[in-house]
């Protein structure tokens, strides 16, 4: 009989509960539960790179930076990644068809290890020398691309770029 009550009665319960997972659950005007704001602490003047991390921080209910090891904000109409570093363990960023020229900001992404940014206004790929980790990287389709010297970029294994610097 218990387990039975259990059954009815328990796992419902929690079933409601885990729906309502953005909201405060109160007993007699008393909060038992109330979950972790979503992350909102960073600052980034592109739109449409803000318009992708708050769908993506909504999407996967992340409450602090470190949580966001993924993203992909692929055909955003993103121009400058200025305030991205604030999510530094990021492991995958996929940035394809944008209009993004500076990867400054992104050498301060120091656990990246696979990065997307093909069909982009990319011309300097230097600062991407200094990503360790970095193991898969994808430039081509950036027609401006000044080609990577020899021996840079060794650290990737698996490097895509653009057919003139074939």
């Not at 708050?54 to 055909?75: H, M, P, R, Y």
């Not at 991407?128 to 840079?152: H, I, K, V, Y």
Request: proline content about 6%.
């Amino acid at each position: 009989m218990l387990n039975r009550l259990l059954s009815v009665v328990v796992i419902p319960l929690s079933l409601m509960l885990g729906a309502c997972q953005g909201y405060d659950f109160t007993v007699n005007e008393k909060v038992v539960y109330a979950p972790k704001p979503l992350f909102r602490d960073y600052i980034t003047p592109d739109a449409g790179l803000n318009s992708c991390l708050e769908q993506t921080i909504n999407d996967g209910v992340i409450t602090n930076a470190q949580q966001l090891t993924e993203l992909d904000c692929s055909f955003a109409g993103i121009e400058n990644l200025e305030g991205l570093s604030v999510f530094n363990a990021l492991v995958t960023l996929r940035l394809s068809s944008n209009n993004i020229l500076n990867l400054l900001e992104l050498t301060k992404l120091t656990a990246l290890e696979t990065l997307v940014l093909d069909n982009n206004q990319i011309v300097d790929p230097v600062p991407l020398d200094q990503l360790a980790s970095l193991r898969q990287l994808d430039l081509s389709g950036n027609p401006a691309l000044q080609c990577p010297r020899p021996g840079s970029l060794a650290q990737v294994t698996t490097l895509t770029l653009p057919k003139h610097c074939r």
